[in-house]
């Protein structure tokens, strides 16, 4: 059983609160929320739309600053975590550069990161190559399906191979065949490279199958409800999709879930 | 079901001419050319004007051939529409630089763009018909060369658009598109070479074509005042007091001028072509 998360904390946030506007348009997006991701971990989070799972990511990477609490990264504010590039970031929307071809846009960040550019060439064909894009180096975004784009943005992320990966569901676009191998591919270059992943989705199954730890929240305001851990060994294939441990899992998850839907309605 | 079927020569008759793009295009050039020359003829006959209000088009054509002591006048209004061009061309290009240093300064300083955007927009109000002569001759006065004035009222039309556009274009960028920038920890520089700059490019481009035509009209309100001696406004002035004489003359100058123009926008549109490649077509 490989399971490379360790229990350093890499990510720790503590009593955040996040609101957004003032007077009637006041929207606690997030509130008291609290959790540790440790080095190496994957953890995924869950929850209807609107809870703040975008919120959340944006806060740990200095996208966005909490109203109140507390967040390290790698023992740092997460603005010194920013400048020191410790992460990258897999956006909701693919946000590609509609000016730059698939392989000039998986460039971009070793262009701003000034790698030396030598390494530029190897580096983003090697990327591409992992997300199934080998004869797209040339096309512009316009040019491809919206999965496609998905899959040169985690091209980009990962070029520069930061230490830790937040994803806002990045998969979202994708369909359900091409959504699972790349489920696979993200586990194998977890497993390879020992990244920290926090990973947003709206797929219950997606969330049980890659993760350590499954956080659920709920909505108005966002909060974190309840966090399942996930037993079940790696190296994870298409049997653990069969197992009946899986199926619990996932069972736990979306009961959790539900309660909390009902709770708030 | 074999009726449905038709064959490659039912086809072509039926429009696999028509069916060319290229031919249709052409179509519709030589329909909308019949079209004018039947509205202008048709409105001198019906409403009988006399040649000094609308000339025949035949007139016109003939006084683009008519000899003068120094040759054609074909001839003639090429010159005048080549010194024309250069001037609105260095006008154009004092004011494309103008313009996007403008927008520049207004995106990394909101208080300038706050402070200043509002005389900017005022300074396209005022008729530039009224300042041009003051230009003209001011400017004349202190020695600059005769060409400059009218480049710099050009100029005058060619800025704004540009800034205005290029703004636009700057803070067009969406939001993740910035944040992505970020996370990369960008410099301001590396935020606006890589993705400010190429985002506005689009924008720059409709920019340059309202201004490539608005630059040779600055470039002839130029040529207009007293004291001009060389350009297409010289002509329009010349043809416009001598019209009752020479009624085609008038209509040859402006028929060069609008000529003129539209080869100014057709190679900024070349230029769009080539540079702007990635655009959803
Ligand atoms: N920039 C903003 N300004 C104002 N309100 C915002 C802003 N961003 C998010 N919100 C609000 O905060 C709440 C949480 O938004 P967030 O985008 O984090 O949700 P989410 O869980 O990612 O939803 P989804 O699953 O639909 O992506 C929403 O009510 C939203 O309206
Ligand atoms: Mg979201």
Redesign the interface.
Known sequence: MTNPASSTPIIEIQGVHKVFGSGPDRVVALQDVNLTVHAGEFVSIVGPSGCGKSTLL?LI???LQATQGEIRVNGKTPHQA????D???V???P?L?????VHRNVR??L???QVDRSQWRERVTKMLSMVGLDDFHNH?P?QLSGGMQQRVSIARALV?EPPMLLMDEPFGALDEFTRENMNLELLRIWEQTGKTIVFVTHSIPEAVFLSNRVVVMSPRPGRIASIVPIDLPYPRTFETRESERYFELMTEVRETLKEEFTKAV | MAESVTTAPEQALAGGVLASPRMRKGLTVVGAILAVIVVWEGAIALLDLPEYKLPHILTILQAFVEPTPKGPVYQLLLRDALYTGFEAVAGFAIGGVLGFLLAVLFIHSPLLERGLLPYVIASQTVPIIAVAPMVVVGMGQLGAPPWLSKAIIAAYLTFFPVTINVLRGFVSV?R??L????????TKA?IFF??RL??S?PYLFTALKISATASVIGAIIGELPVGSTRGLGVQIVYGSQFNTFNPGFLWATIIAASLLGMAFYGAVSLAERFL?R???P
């Open positions: 944006r990477s200095d996208l920013r400048l020191d590039r992460y990258g970031f956006f909701q929307a946000t550069y509609e000016w730059r071809t971009l960040p262009e701003v990161m512009y316009w520069f | 969406e993740d598109a944040n992505l920038m970020r996370s990369y920890a960008a590396q890589k993705l190429p985002a490019v702007v990635w655009r959803h």
